[in-house]
Protein backbone atom coordinates (compact mmCIF):
# COMPACT_ATOMS: atom_id res chain seq x y z
CA UNK A 1 0.00 0.00 0.00
CA UNK A 2 3.02 2.31 1.17
CA UNK A 3 4.64 1.49 -2.22
CA UNK A 4 1.72 2.63 -4.17
CA UNK A 5 1.87 5.95 -2.35
CA UNK A 6 4.76 6.57 -4.98
CA UNK A 7 2.52 7.61 -7.67
CA UNK A 8 0.87 10.51 -5.85
CA UNK A 9 1.79 13.50 -7.85
CA UNK A 10 3.91 16.70 -6.34
CA UNK A 11 0.00 18.25 -6.53
CA UNK A 12 -1.64 15.48 -4.69
CA UNK A 13 1.16 15.72 -2.09
CA UNK A 14 0.38 19.46 -1.96
CA UNK A 15 -3.34 18.87 -1.49
CA UNK A 16 -2.78 16.45 1.38
CA UNK A 17 -0.66 19.37 3.02
CA UNK A 18 -3.66 21.20 2.76
CA UNK A 19 -6.24 19.04 3.81
CA UNK A 20 -3.71 18.08 6.79
CA UNK A 21 -4.30 21.93 7.74
CA UNK A 22 -8.05 21.94 7.53
CA UNK A 23 -8.21 18.53 9.22
CA UNK A 24 -5.73 20.09 12.32
CA UNK A 25 -8.38 23.03 11.76
CA UNK A 26 -11.24 21.30 12.24
CA UNK A 27 -9.83 19.17 14.78
CA UNK A 28 -9.39 21.93 16.98
CA UNK A 29 -13.14 23.33 16.52
CA UNK A 30 -13.88 19.83 17.78
CA UNK A 31 -12.10 19.68 20.84
CA UNK A 32 -12.90 23.23 21.74
CA UNK A 33 -16.71 22.20 22.14
CA UNK A 34 -16.45 20.91 24.88
CA UNK A 35 -14.67 23.52 26.89
CA UNK A 36 -18.02 25.69 25.61
CA UNK A 37 -19.93 22.62 26.76
CA UNK A 38 -18.31 23.18 30.30
CA UNK A 39 -18.81 26.77 30.78
CA UNK A 40 -22.55 26.44 29.83
CA UNK A 41 -22.72 23.37 32.63
CA UNK A 42 -20.76 25.75 35.22
CA UNK A 43 -23.73 29.00 34.11
CA UNK A 44 -26.69 27.06 34.65
CA UNK A 45 -25.30 25.32 37.70
CA UNK A 46 -24.25 28.90 39.59
CA UNK A 47 -27.17 30.53 41.28
CA UNK A 48 -28.28 34.01 40.05
CA UNK A 49 -26.86 33.89 36.53
CA UNK A 50 -29.30 34.57 33.63
CA UNK A 51 -30.38 32.81 30.72
CA UNK A 52 -28.77 35.40 28.97
CA UNK A 53 -25.40 34.84 29.08
CA UNK A 54 -25.57 31.77 28.15
CA UNK A 55 -26.03 33.03 24.44
CA UNK A 56 -22.60 34.08 23.76
CA UNK A 57 -20.80 30.68 24.67
CA UNK A 58 -23.77 29.24 22.92
CA UNK A 59 -23.22 31.34 19.43
CA UNK A 60 -19.52 30.02 19.78
CA UNK A 61 -20.38 26.39 20.16
CA UNK A 62 -22.63 26.86 17.02
CA UNK A 63 -19.53 28.63 15.09
CA UNK A 64 -17.52 25.85 16.23
CA UNK A 65 -19.36 23.16 14.33
CA UNK A 66 -20.34 24.91 11.58
CA UNK A 67 -16.59 25.72 10.90
CA UNK A 68 -16.16 22.04 11.56
CA UNK A 69 -18.45 21.01 9.08
CA UNK A 70 -17.29 23.41 6.38
CA UNK A 71 -13.49 22.29 7.22
CA UNK A 72 -14.66 18.46 6.97
CA UNK A 73 -15.92 19.23 3.25
CA UNK A 74 -13.41 20.62 2.15
CA UNK A 75 -11.21 17.79 3.58
CA UNK A 76 -13.57 15.30 1.67
CA UNK A 77 -13.18 17.20 -1.46
CA UNK A 78 -9.37 17.50 -1.32
CA UNK A 79 -9.14 13.68 -0.58
CA UNK A 80 -11.55 12.11 -3.24
CA UNK A 81 -9.78 14.58 -5.81
CA UNK A 82 -6.47 12.87 -4.86
CA UNK A 83 -7.95 9.55 -5.12
CA UNK A 84 -9.51 10.17 -8.10
CA UNK A 85 -6.29 11.05 -9.54
CA UNK A 86 -4.12 8.50 -8.33
CA UNK A 87 -6.57 6.11 -9.62
CA UNK A 88 -6.24 7.63 -13.11
CA UNK A 89 -2.65 7.54 -13.18
CA UNK A 90 -2.68 3.99 -11.98
CA UNK A 91 -5.41 2.80 -15.06
CA UNK A 92 -2.99 4.61 -17.62
CA UNK A 93 0.06 3.23 -16.02
CA UNK A 94 -1.56 -0.84 -16.06
CA UNK A 95 -3.09 0.17 -19.48
CA UNK A 96 0.33 1.22 -20.56
CA UNK A 97 2.01 -1.67 -19.20
CA UNK A 98 0.17 -4.59 -20.38
CA UNK A 99 0.16 -2.95 -23.53
CA UNK A 100 3.99 -4.17 -23.24
CA UNK A 101 3.99 -6.94 -22.42
CA UNK A 102 4.50 -10.45 -24.67
CA UNK A 103 2.08 -13.16 -24.88
CA UNK A 104 3.84 -14.73 -22.29
CA UNK A 105 3.25 -12.18 -19.66
CA UNK A 106 -0.66 -11.55 -20.65
CA UNK A 107 -0.73 -15.75 -20.31
CA UNK A 108 0.26 -15.55 -17.17
CA UNK A 109 -1.75 -13.47 -15.30
CA UNK A 110 -5.00 -14.21 -17.55
CA UNK A 111 -6.90 -11.66 -19.11
CA UNK A 112 -9.97 -11.60 -16.56
CA UNK A 113 -7.46 -10.91 -13.90
CA UNK A 114 -5.70 -8.21 -15.84
CA UNK A 115 -9.07 -6.92 -16.26
CA UNK A 116 -10.33 -7.51 -12.67
CA UNK A 117 -6.96 -5.86 -11.71
CA UNK A 118 -7.26 -2.75 -13.91
CA UNK A 119 -10.97 -2.02 -12.52
CA UNK A 120 -11.86 -3.61 -9.26
CA UNK A 121 -8.86 -3.52 -8.01
CA UNK A 122 -7.95 0.55 -8.94
CA UNK A 123 -11.40 1.35 -7.12
CA UNK A 124 -10.43 -0.64 -3.95
CA UNK A 125 -7.38 1.75 -3.73
CA UNK A 126 -9.37 4.37 -4.35
CA UNK A 127 -11.75 4.09 -1.69
CA UNK A 128 -9.51 3.37 0.45
CA UNK A 129 -7.16 6.21 -0.25
CA UNK A 130 -10.77 8.64 -0.52
CA UNK A 131 -11.45 7.53 3.27
CA UNK A 132 -8.30 6.37 4.94
CA UNK A 133 -5.90 9.49 4.21
CA UNK A 134 -8.74 11.57 6.12
CA UNK A 135 -8.68 8.88 8.84
CA UNK A 136 -5.08 8.09 8.93
CA UNK A 137 -4.78 12.00 9.72
CA UNK A 138 -7.28 12.89 11.70
CA UNK A 139 -7.40 9.96 13.84
CA UNK A 140 -3.98 10.49 15.63
CA UNK A 141 -4.29 14.23 15.78
CA UNK A 142 -7.66 13.84 17.50
CA UNK A 143 -6.72 10.66 20.28
CA UNK A 144 -3.56 12.68 20.81
CA UNK A 145 -5.20 15.67 21.15
CA UNK A 146 -7.84 14.83 22.86
CA UNK A 147 -5.17 12.57 25.46
CA UNK A 148 -3.88 16.36 26.35
CA UNK A 149 -6.62 17.64 27.22
CA UNK A 150 -7.99 15.03 29.86
CA UNK A 151 -4.66 14.00 31.24
CA UNK A 152 -4.39 15.05 34.99
CA UNK A 153 -8.07 14.43 35.55
CA UNK A 154 -9.67 11.70 37.13
CA UNK A 155 -7.20 8.54 37.07
CA UNK A 156 -10.49 6.47 37.20
CA UNK A 157 -11.83 8.14 34.33
CA UNK A 158 -8.98 7.66 32.43
CA UNK A 159 -8.46 3.70 33.50
CA UNK A 160 -11.79 3.80 32.51
CA UNK A 161 -10.79 4.75 28.87
CA UNK A 162 -7.59 3.30 28.32
CA UNK A 163 -9.61 0.15 29.13
CA UNK A 164 -12.02 0.65 25.99
CA UNK A 165 -9.06 1.87 23.66
CA UNK A 166 -7.68 -1.42 24.86
CA UNK A 167 -10.68 -3.54 23.93
CA UNK A 168 -10.86 -1.68 20.61
CA UNK A 169 -7.45 -2.92 19.80
CA UNK A 170 -8.43 -5.97 20.18
CA UNK A 171 -11.42 -6.03 18.12
CA UNK A 172 -9.23 -4.58 15.59
CA UNK A 173 -6.83 -7.40 15.74
CA UNK A 174 -9.42 -10.05 15.75
CA UNK A 175 -10.83 -8.94 12.31
CA UNK A 176 -7.05 -8.77 10.68
CA UNK A 177 -6.84 -12.44 12.01
CA UNK A 178 -10.19 -13.37 10.35
CA UNK A 179 -10.98 -10.80 7.64
CA UNK A 180 -7.74 -10.36 5.86
CA UNK A 181 -7.63 -14.24 4.94
CA UNK A 182 -10.98 -14.00 2.96
CA UNK A 183 -9.62 -10.67 1.50
CA UNK A 184 -6.93 -12.11 -0.65
CA UNK A 185 -9.46 -14.57 -1.40
CA UNK A 186 -11.99 -12.09 -2.58
CA UNK A 187 -9.79 -10.79 -5.16
CA UNK A 188 -9.06 -14.08 -6.35
CA UNK A 189 -12.89 -15.56 -6.67
CA UNK A 190 -13.49 -11.98 -8.28
CA UNK A 191 -10.76 -13.05 -11.02
CA UNK A 192 -12.17 -16.51 -11.67
CA UNK A 193 -15.76 -14.75 -12.14
CA UNK A 194 -14.89 -12.86 -14.40
CA UNK A 195 -12.94 -15.34 -16.05
CA UNK A 196 -16.10 -17.76 -15.98
CA UNK A 197 -18.72 -14.93 -17.26
CA UNK A 198 -15.60 -14.11 -19.80
CA UNK A 199 -15.62 -17.91 -21.30
CA UNK A 200 -19.47 -17.98 -21.39
CA UNK A 201 -20.06 -14.78 -22.95
CA UNK A 202 -17.62 -15.04 -25.65
CA UNK A 203 -18.62 -18.44 -26.42
CA UNK A 204 -22.53 -17.88 -26.03
CA UNK A 205 -23.30 -19.32 -29.43
CA UNK A 206 -21.88 -22.63 -29.16
CA UNK A 207 -23.18 -23.34 -25.78
CA UNK A 208 -26.60 -22.75 -27.03
CA UNK A 209 -26.43 -24.84 -29.51
CA UNK A 210 -24.62 -27.68 -27.95
CA UNK A 211 -27.51 -26.79 -24.88
CA UNK A 212 -24.49 -26.82 -22.50
CA UNK A 213 -26.36 -23.96 -20.32
CA UNK A 214 -26.72 -25.87 -17.58
CA UNK A 215 -23.15 -27.26 -17.29
CA UNK A 216 -21.35 -23.92 -17.53
CA UNK A 217 -24.59 -22.42 -15.44
CA UNK A 218 -22.78 -24.83 -12.70
CA UNK A 219 -19.00 -23.27 -13.18
CA UNK A 220 -20.65 -19.83 -13.38
CA UNK A 221 -22.68 -20.74 -9.85
CA UNK A 222 -19.67 -22.45 -8.27
CA UNK A 223 -17.44 -19.45 -8.91
CA UNK A 224 -20.45 -17.24 -7.63
CA UNK A 225 -21.29 -19.14 -4.32
CA UNK A 226 -17.40 -19.23 -3.13
CA UNK A 227 -17.80 -15.57 -3.85
CA UNK A 228 -21.29 -14.94 -2.01
CA UNK A 229 -19.67 -17.47 1.04
CA UNK A 230 -16.44 -15.05 1.62
CA UNK A 231 -18.34 -11.83 1.06
CA UNK A 232 -21.15 -12.92 3.24
CA UNK A 233 -18.30 -14.05 5.94
CA UNK A 234 -16.56 -10.37 5.91
CA UNK A 235 -20.22 -8.95 6.00
CA UNK A 236 -20.99 -10.73 9.10
CA UNK A 237 -17.87 -10.13 11.08
CA UNK A 238 -17.92 -6.46 9.95
CA UNK A 239 -21.91 -6.61 10.93
CA UNK A 240 -20.64 -7.97 14.43
CA UNK A 241 -17.89 -4.79 14.78
CA UNK A 242 -20.66 -2.18 14.78
CA UNK A 243 -22.84 -2.95 17.64
CA UNK A 244 -19.45 -4.44 19.54
CA UNK A 245 -18.18 -1.03 19.14
CA UNK A 246 -22.03 0.89 20.11
CA UNK A 247 -21.30 -1.50 23.23
CA UNK A 248 -18.01 -0.38 24.22
CA UNK A 249 -18.69 3.41 23.73
CA UNK A 250 -22.22 3.13 25.80
CA UNK A 251 -19.91 0.57 28.13
CA UNK A 252 -17.54 3.86 28.48
CA UNK A 253 -20.21 6.84 28.93
CA UNK A 254 -21.88 4.56 31.66
CA UNK A 255 -18.85 4.06 33.56
CA UNK A 256 -17.47 7.68 33.09
CA UNK A 257 -20.84 9.08 35.12
CA UNK A 258 -21.04 6.07 37.15
CA UNK A 259 -17.53 7.02 38.46
CA UNK A 260 -18.50 10.74 38.12
CA UNK A 261 -21.61 9.79 40.60
CA UNK A 262 -18.89 8.60 43.21
CA UNK A 263 -16.38 10.88 43.22
CA UNK A 264 -19.51 14.02 43.41
CA UNK A 265 -20.96 12.06 46.56
CA UNK A 266 -17.69 11.75 48.21
CA UNK A 267 -16.93 15.11 47.40
CA UNK A 268 -17.76 18.46 49.22
CA UNK A 269 -19.97 20.94 48.14
CA UNK A 270 -18.12 23.75 46.78
CA UNK A 271 -16.16 20.86 44.60
CA UNK A 272 -19.37 19.47 43.34
CA UNK A 273 -20.08 21.88 40.82
CA UNK A 274 -16.08 21.42 39.52
CA UNK A 275 -16.45 17.58 39.46
CA UNK A 276 -20.06 17.51 37.50
CA UNK A 277 -18.55 19.80 34.33
CA UNK A 278 -15.17 18.09 34.44
CA UNK A 279 -17.37 14.67 33.94
CA UNK A 280 -18.98 16.58 31.07
CA UNK A 281 -16.31 17.26 29.53
CA UNK A 282 -14.29 14.15 30.21
CA UNK A 283 -17.21 12.48 28.34
CA UNK A 284 -16.83 14.25 25.70
CA UNK A 285 -13.03 14.12 25.05
CA UNK A 286 -13.33 10.40 25.77
CA UNK A 287 -15.95 9.87 22.89
CA UNK A 288 -13.23 12.06 20.55
CA UNK A 289 -11.16 9.28 21.35
CA UNK A 290 -12.81 6.13 21.23
CA UNK A 291 -14.69 7.77 18.11
CA UNK A 292 -11.28 8.38 16.46
CA UNK A 293 -9.71 4.87 16.97
CA UNK A 294 -13.35 3.62 15.47
CA UNK A 295 -12.69 5.82 12.44
CA UNK A 296 -9.29 3.98 12.65
CA UNK A 297 -10.44 0.13 13.36
CA UNK A 298 -13.01 0.90 9.65
CA UNK A 299 -9.72 1.54 8.06
CA UNK A 300 -8.39 -1.66 9.15
CA UNK A 301 -11.11 -3.22 8.13
CA UNK A 302 -11.18 -2.01 4.64
CA UNK A 303 -7.15 -2.05 4.74
CA UNK A 304 -6.77 -5.77 4.18
CA UNK A 305 -8.65 -5.86 0.67
CA UNK A 306 -7.12 -2.61 -0.18
CA UNK A 307 -3.57 -4.01 0.38
CA UNK A 308 -4.41 -7.41 -1.54
CA UNK A 309 -5.29 -5.01 -4.49
CA UNK A 310 -2.37 -2.72 -4.30
CA UNK A 311 -0.24 -5.58 -4.26
CA UNK A 312 -2.04 -7.26 -7.41
CA UNK A 313 -1.71 -3.84 -9.25
CA UNK A 314 2.01 -3.57 -8.05
CA UNK A 315 2.62 -6.77 -9.78
CA UNK A 316 1.53 -6.00 -13.09
CA UNK A 317 3.43 -2.44 -13.02
CA UNK A 318 6.81 -4.14 -11.59
CA UNK A 319 6.45 -7.60 -14.00
CA UNK A 320 10.04 -6.56 -16.36
CA UNK A 321 7.81 -6.94 -19.87
CA UNK A 322 9.94 -10.26 -21.28
CA UNK A 323 10.35 -8.54 -24.26
CA UNK A 324 12.69 -5.71 -24.64
CA UNK A 325 13.35 -3.30 -27.03
CA UNK A 326 16.04 -3.55 -28.91
CA UNK A 327 16.22 0.54 -29.77
CA UNK A 328 18.21 0.11 -33.18
CA UNK A 329 16.62 0.99 -36.32
CA UNK A 330 18.37 0.60 -39.30
CA UNK A 331 17.99 3.00 -42.13
CA UNK A 332 18.84 1.23 -45.06
CA UNK A 333 18.50 -1.83 -45.59
CA UNK A 334 21.59 -4.24 -45.94
CA UNK A 335 23.04 -5.91 -48.48
CA UNK A 336 21.73 -8.80 -46.30
CA UNK A 337 18.13 -7.53 -46.72
CA UNK A 338 15.72 -10.39 -46.18
CA UNK A 339 14.37 -12.75 -42.94
CA UNK A 340 16.99 -15.18 -42.08
CA UNK A 341 15.95 -18.11 -39.24
CA UNK A 342 19.38 -19.50 -38.09
CA UNK A 343 19.03 -22.51 -36.37
CA UNK A 344 15.76 -21.58 -34.56
CA UNK A 345 14.59 -23.73 -32.02
CA UNK A 346 11.54 -22.31 -29.69
CA UNK A 347 9.52 -23.72 -26.99
CA UNK A 348 6.73 -21.69 -24.90
CA UNK A 349 7.41 -20.35 -21.51
CA UNK A 350 4.93 -22.96 -19.88
CA UNK A 351 5.70 -25.52 -22.14
CA UNK A 352 8.27 -28.88 -22.05
CA UNK A 353 8.37 -30.03 -25.65
CA UNK A 354 10.24 -27.57 -28.35
CA UNK A 355 7.55 -26.65 -30.44
CA UNK A 356 10.05 -25.36 -33.68
CA UNK A 357 13.39 -27.38 -33.69
CA UNK A 358 16.80 -26.28 -35.86
CA UNK A 359 14.50 -24.45 -38.76
CA UNK A 360 16.44 -22.96 -41.03
CA UNK A 361 15.57 -20.92 -43.84
CA UNK A 362 16.02 -17.18 -45.78
CA UNK A 363 13.65 -15.22 -47.76
CA UNK A 364 14.66 -12.85 -50.11
CA UNK A 365 13.03 -9.72 -51.38
CA UNK A 366 10.57 -10.43 -53.62
CA UNK A 367 10.47 -14.24 -52.60
CA UNK A 368 7.57 -16.41 -51.48
CA UNK A 369 7.99 -18.64 -49.21
CA UNK A 370 5.33 -20.80 -47.66
CA UNK A 371 4.79 -23.51 -45.13
CA UNK A 372 2.65 -26.76 -44.97
CA UNK A 373 2.09 -28.92 -42.14
CA UNK A 374 -0.17 -30.36 -39.92
CA UNK A 375 -2.45 -29.16 -37.64
CA UNK A 376 -0.01 -28.16 -34.29
CA UNK A 377 2.76 -28.96 -36.53
CA UNK A 378 4.35 -25.06 -35.38
CA UNK A 379 3.12 -22.66 -38.68
CA UNK A 380 2.21 -20.17 -36.66
CA UNK A 381 4.14 -20.17 -33.91
CA UNK A 382 7.29 -19.85 -36.29
CA UNK A 383 5.25 -17.00 -37.77
CA UNK A 384 4.96 -15.14 -34.31
CA UNK A 385 8.67 -14.95 -33.91
CA UNK A 386 9.36 -12.45 -36.40
CA UNK A 387 7.51 -9.71 -35.27
CA UNK A 388 8.43 -10.74 -31.29
CA UNK A 389 5.51 -12.22 -29.78
CA UNK A 390 7.74 -15.05 -28.39
CA UNK A 391 11.18 -15.12 -28.25
CA UNK A 392 13.44 -17.71 -29.73
CA UNK A 393 14.64 -19.84 -26.86
CA UNK A 394 17.77 -20.64 -29.12
CA UNK A 395 18.92 -19.17 -32.72
CA UNK A 396 18.73 -16.23 -34.73
CA UNK A 397 16.09 -15.08 -36.39
CA UNK A 398 17.07 -11.87 -38.36
CA UNK A 399 15.49 -9.24 -40.44
CA UNK A 400 17.36 -7.40 -43.16
CA UNK A 401 21.03 -9.04 -41.50
CA UNK A 402 19.92 -7.32 -37.83
CA UNK A 403 19.00 -9.65 -35.58
CA UNK A 404 14.79 -8.54 -34.14
CA UNK A 405 15.79 -8.70 -30.72
CA UNK A 406 17.94 -5.60 -31.31
CA UNK A 407 15.23 -3.24 -33.22
CA UNK A 408 13.30 -1.14 -31.92
CA UNK A 409 10.03 -2.72 -32.06
CA UNK A 410 7.90 -0.09 -33.65
CA UNK A 411 11.03 0.07 -36.49
CA UNK A 412 10.19 -3.73 -36.88
CA UNK A 413 7.32 -3.83 -37.13
CA UNK A 414 6.80 -0.95 -39.59
CA UNK A 415 8.47 -3.03 -41.76
CA UNK A 416 6.16 -5.88 -41.20
CA UNK A 417 2.51 -6.68 -42.69
CA UNK A 418 1.30 -9.44 -40.27
CA UNK A 419 -2.35 -11.27 -40.87
CA UNK A 420 -3.41 -13.50 -37.99
CA UNK A 421 -4.93 -16.26 -38.49
CA UNK A 422 -8.04 -15.14 -36.82
CA UNK A 423 -9.06 -11.74 -38.43
CA UNK A 424 -8.96 -9.39 -35.02
CA UNK A 425 -11.53 -6.04 -36.45
CA UNK A 426 -11.80 -3.24 -33.86
CA UNK A 427 -14.92 -1.31 -33.12
CA UNK A 428 -15.07 1.82 -35.65
CA UNK A 429 -15.48 1.98 -39.41
CA UNK A 430 -14.04 -0.38 -42.52
CA UNK A 431 -11.30 2.81 -42.74
CA UNK A 432 -10.50 2.88 -39.45
CA UNK A 433 -9.99 -0.94 -39.54
CA UNK A 434 -8.13 -0.48 -42.90
CA UNK A 435 -5.88 2.20 -41.91
CA UNK A 436 -4.97 1.24 -38.64
CA UNK A 437 -2.24 2.06 -36.57
CA UNK A 438 0.69 4.07 -38.28
CA UNK A 439 0.74 4.20 -41.42
CA UNK A 440 3.73 2.20 -42.45
CA UNK A 441 5.01 3.35 -46.19
CA UNK A 442 1.49 4.61 -47.19
CA UNK A 443 0.53 8.43 -47.77
CA UNK A 444 -2.46 7.49 -45.51
CA UNK A 445 -4.42 8.64 -48.85
CA UNK A 446 -8.28 7.53 -49.72
CA UNK A 447 -6.48 6.77 -52.71
CA UNK A 448 -4.64 3.84 -50.75
CA UNK A 449 -7.35 2.61 -48.76
CA UNK A 450 -9.36 1.92 -52.00
CA UNK A 451 -6.49 0.09 -53.22
CA UNK A 452 -6.09 -1.89 -50.25
CA UNK A 453 -9.35 -2.74 -50.00
CA UNK A 454 -9.77 -3.56 -53.73
CA UNK A 455 -6.40 -6.08 -53.71
CA UNK A 456 -7.96 -7.94 -50.71
CA UNK A 457 -11.15 -7.94 -52.83
CA UNK A 458 -13.48 -6.27 -50.38
CA UNK A 459 -14.58 -3.80 -52.67
CA UNK A 460 -17.62 -5.37 -53.78
CA UNK A 461 -19.07 -6.08 -50.33
CA UNK A 462 -17.63 -2.77 -48.82
CA UNK A 463 -19.18 -0.33 -51.73
CA UNK A 464 -22.30 -2.26 -50.63
CA UNK A 465 -22.73 -1.61 -47.13
CA UNK A 466 -24.42 1.70 -45.78
CA UNK A 467 -22.15 4.20 -45.80
CA UNK A 468 -19.36 2.02 -47.86
CA UNK A 469 -16.19 2.97 -46.41
CA UNK A 470 -17.18 4.91 -43.61
CA UNK A 471 -19.77 1.85 -42.60
CA UNK A 472 -19.71 0.31 -39.08
CA UNK A 473 -17.30 -2.38 -38.17
CA UNK A 474 -18.68 -3.59 -34.58
CA UNK A 475 -16.22 -4.75 -31.92
CA UNK A 476 -14.60 -7.96 -33.31
CA UNK A 477 -15.97 -7.39 -36.73
CA UNK A 478 -19.02 -9.36 -35.78
CA UNK A 479 -21.42 -7.22 -38.36
CA UNK A 480 -19.05 -9.40 -40.59
CA UNK A 481 -18.71 -12.42 -42.23
CA UNK A 482 -15.86 -14.61 -41.59
CA UNK A 483 -14.62 -14.08 -45.23
CA UNK A 484 -15.33 -10.55 -44.74
CA UNK A 485 -13.46 -9.82 -41.83
CA UNK A 486 -10.18 -11.63 -43.02
CA UNK A 487 -10.31 -9.59 -46.03
CA UNK A 488 -10.26 -6.31 -44.21
CA UNK A 489 -7.50 -7.83 -42.15
CA UNK A 490 -5.43 -8.49 -45.66
CA UNK A 491 -6.63 -4.79 -46.61
CA UNK A 492 -5.15 -3.65 -43.72
CA UNK A 493 -1.37 -5.15 -44.43
CA UNK A 494 -1.02 -4.01 -47.60
CA UNK A 495 -2.32 -0.27 -46.84
CA UNK A 496 0.57 0.11 -45.19
CA UNK A 497 3.04 -1.31 -48.04
CA UNK A 498 5.57 -3.14 -45.77
CA UNK A 499 8.83 -4.82 -47.06
CA UNK A 500 7.51 -8.03 -45.30
CA UNK A 501 4.05 -10.27 -45.63
CA UNK A 502 2.94 -12.63 -42.56
CA UNK A 503 -0.50 -14.43 -43.80
CA UNK A 504 -0.84 -16.79 -41.38
CA UNK A 505 -3.68 -19.27 -42.46
CA UNK A 506 -4.95 -16.01 -43.55
CA UNK A 507 -6.89 -17.17 -46.83
CA UNK A 508 -8.69 -20.34 -45.36
CA UNK A 509 -12.50 -18.48 -44.43
CA UNK A 510 -11.87 -17.41 -48.09
CA UNK A 511 -13.82 -19.39 -51.13
CA UNK A 512 -11.14 -21.31 -53.91
CA UNK A 513 -11.91 -18.41 -56.39
CA UNK A 514 -11.45 -15.19 -54.05
CA UNK A 515 -8.50 -16.91 -52.50
CA UNK A 516 -6.82 -17.46 -56.20
CA UNK A 517 -7.78 -13.70 -57.41
CA UNK A 518 -6.75 -12.50 -54.53
CA UNK A 519 -3.43 -14.60 -54.49
CA UNK A 520 -2.51 -13.16 -57.84
CA UNK A 521 -3.61 -9.50 -57.78
CA UNK A 522 -1.16 -10.23 -54.08
CA UNK A 523 1.65 -11.54 -56.29
CA UNK A 524 1.72 -8.77 -58.80
CA UNK A 525 1.32 -5.36 -55.60
CA UNK A 526 4.13 -7.18 -54.01
CA UNK A 527 6.20 -8.41 -56.17
CA UNK A 528 9.35 -6.14 -54.26
CA UNK A 529 8.34 -7.80 -50.85
CA UNK A 530 8.43 -10.85 -48.64
CA UNK A 531 5.74 -13.14 -48.67
CA UNK A 532 5.84 -15.67 -45.84
CA UNK A 533 2.40 -17.51 -46.00
CA UNK A 534 1.19 -20.41 -43.70
CA UNK A 535 -1.38 -22.45 -45.60
CA UNK A 536 -3.44 -25.20 -45.02
CA UNK A 537 -4.57 -25.53 -48.76
CA UNK A 538 -2.13 -26.54 -51.18
CA UNK A 539 -3.82 -24.75 -53.83
CA UNK A 540 -2.74 -21.34 -51.99
CA UNK A 541 1.24 -22.24 -51.75
CA UNK A 542 1.68 -24.26 -54.88
CA UNK A 543 3.58 -21.04 -57.08
CA UNK A 544 5.46 -20.32 -53.89
CA UNK A 545 9.22 -20.06 -54.33
CA UNK A 546 9.95 -22.44 -51.89
CA UNK A 547 7.93 -24.58 -49.65
CA UNK A 548 8.69 -25.89 -45.87
CA UNK A 549 7.21 -28.21 -44.73
CA UNK A 550 6.76 -28.97 -41.22
CA UNK A 551 6.34 -32.07 -38.88
CA UNK A 552 6.19 -31.70 -35.22
CA UNK A 553 8.53 -28.57 -35.21
CA UNK A 554 10.49 -29.83 -37.86
CA UNK A 555 11.73 -29.30 -41.76
CA UNK A 556 10.80 -32.72 -43.20
CA UNK A 557 11.35 -30.93 -46.32
CA UNK A 558 11.75 -27.97 -48.64
CA UNK A 559 11.70 -27.04 -52.08
CA UNK A 560 9.45 -26.08 -54.93
CA UNK A 561 5.87 -27.93 -55.17
CA UNK A 562 6.95 -30.38 -57.77
CA UNK A 563 10.18 -31.03 -56.13
CA UNK A 564 8.03 -31.69 -52.84
CA UNK A 565 6.12 -33.83 -54.56
CA UNK A 566 8.72 -36.02 -55.79
CA UNK A 567 11.01 -35.88 -52.76
CA UNK A 568 9.06 -35.42 -49.62
CA UNK A 569 6.92 -38.33 -48.08
CA UNK A 570 4.43 -35.71 -45.72
CA UNK A 571 3.88 -33.67 -48.91
CA UNK A 572 2.89 -36.17 -50.99
CA UNK A 573 0.87 -37.09 -47.97
CA UNK A 574 -1.12 -33.28 -47.69
CA UNK A 575 -0.93 -33.09 -51.66
CA UNK A 576 -2.49 -36.56 -52.19
CA UNK A 577 -5.71 -35.71 -49.75
CA UNK A 578 -6.06 -32.68 -51.65
CA UNK A 579 -5.51 -32.34 -54.89
CA UNK A 580 -6.94 -35.16 -58.04
CA UNK A 581 -4.83 -37.69 -59.51
CA UNK A 582 -4.68 -35.51 -62.80
CA UNK A 583 -3.25 -32.77 -60.98
CA UNK A 584 -0.68 -34.63 -58.99
CA UNK A 585 0.76 -35.68 -61.94
CA UNK A 586 0.47 -32.77 -63.77
CA UNK A 587 2.14 -31.32 -60.70
N1 LIG B 1 0.46 -20.06 -26.15
C1 LIG B 1 0.85 -21.34 -26.20
N2 LIG B 1 1.35 -21.92 -25.08
C2 LIG B 1 1.76 -23.21 -25.11
N3 LIG B 1 1.73 -24.00 -26.19
C3 LIG B 1 1.24 -23.48 -27.32
C4 LIG B 1 0.78 -22.13 -27.39
N4 LIG B 1 0.35 -21.90 -28.64
C5 LIG B 1 0.55 -23.04 -29.35
N5 LIG B 1 1.08 -23.99 -28.55
C6 LIG B 1 1.46 -25.35 -28.96
O1 LIG B 1 2.46 -25.25 -29.97
C7 LIG B 1 2.27 -26.20 -30.96
C8 LIG B 1 2.30 -25.51 -32.34
O2 LIG B 1 1.23 -24.62 -32.44
P1 LIG B 1 1.00 -23.71 -33.73
O3 LIG B 1 -0.18 -22.84 -33.47
O4 LIG B 1 2.26 -23.07 -34.10
O5 LIG B 1 0.64 -24.81 -34.83
P2 LIG B 1 0.16 -24.62 -36.30
O6 LIG B 1 1.03 -25.48 -37.11
O7 LIG B 1 0.06 -23.20 -36.67
O8 LIG B 1 -1.28 -25.26 -36.23
P3 LIG B 1 -2.61 -24.84 -37.02
O9 LIG B 1 -2.37 -25.18 -38.43
O10 LIG B 1 -3.65 -25.71 -36.39
O11 LIG B 1 -2.81 -23.40 -36.76
C9 LIG B 1 0.97 -26.91 -30.69
O12 LIG B 1 1.26 -28.18 -30.20
C10 LIG B 1 0.31 -26.09 -29.60
O13 LIG B 1 -0.30 -26.94 -28.69
Redesign the pocket.
Known sequence: MIKIMKYFSLKDWLFILVSTGFIVFQVWLDLKLPDYLAEITQLVQTEGNSLGEVWEPGAFMMLCAVGSLIASFVVVYFVARIAASLAKRLREMLFDQVESFS?DEI?RFSTASLITRSTNDITQVQLIMAMGLQVIIKAPILAGWAIVKISGKSWQWTASSAVSVALLLLLIAVVIVFAVPKFKMIQGLTDQLNRVTREQLTGLRVIRAYNAESNLEGKFDAANQRLTHAHLFTGRLMSLMMPMMGLIMSGLSLAIYWIGAYLIDGANMPNRLGLFSDMVIFSSYAMQIVMAFMMLSMVFFMLPRATVAAKRIMEVLKTEPGIKDGGKTPSAPSAASGIEFRDVSFK?P??EEY?LRNVSFTARKGETIAFI?S???????LLNLIPRFYEATEGEVLVDGVNVKDYALSSLHRKLGYVP?KAVLFSGTVASNVAFGDHGAAAGSEEDLHRAVEIAQGKEFVEKMENGYEGAVSQGGTNLSGGQKQRLAIARAVYRRPEIYLFD?SFSALDYRTDRVLRTRLKRETAGAINLI?A?RIGTIKDADMILV?DEGKVVGRGTHQELLRTCEVYQQIASSQLSKEELEIG
Not at 375 to 381: A, D, F, L, M
Open positions: MNYDGVGTGSGKSTQDVQL
